[in-house]
């Protein structure tokens, strides 16, 4: 997910499937995991479908299909 659409609010809170991670609070939190997860990739390509998009006054929530064709630091995988 492109971190333009995070929250850097202290109150907000992301959920990281796929092994890395479990849920982050707040930017301080989410920074760290989203810096690390990236580190663990040594390229590939990723695509992204969102299903559900909502945005209110002061809650947002998504849902998005990502799909990677990755390549690992130690190994190739894909990861869906």
């Known amino acids: 997910m492109s971190n333009a659409r995070i929250s850097r609010g202290a109150g907000s809170v992301r959920a990281t499937p796929c092994g890395f991670g479990g849920l982050e609070r707040g930017w301080a939190e989410t920074a760290l995991r989203l810096d690390w997860a990236a ?9 992204e479908k969102d299903l559900s998009v909502i945005v209110g006054a002061d809650l947002a929530c998504t849902v998005t299909i990502e799909r990677y064709d990755a390549r690992l630091r130690t190994a190739r995988a894909t990861i869906n």
Do not use: C, K
Not at 39 to 47: D, H, K, L, R, W
């Open 39 to 47: 580190a663990q990739f040594a390229g590939g390509s990723v695509e």
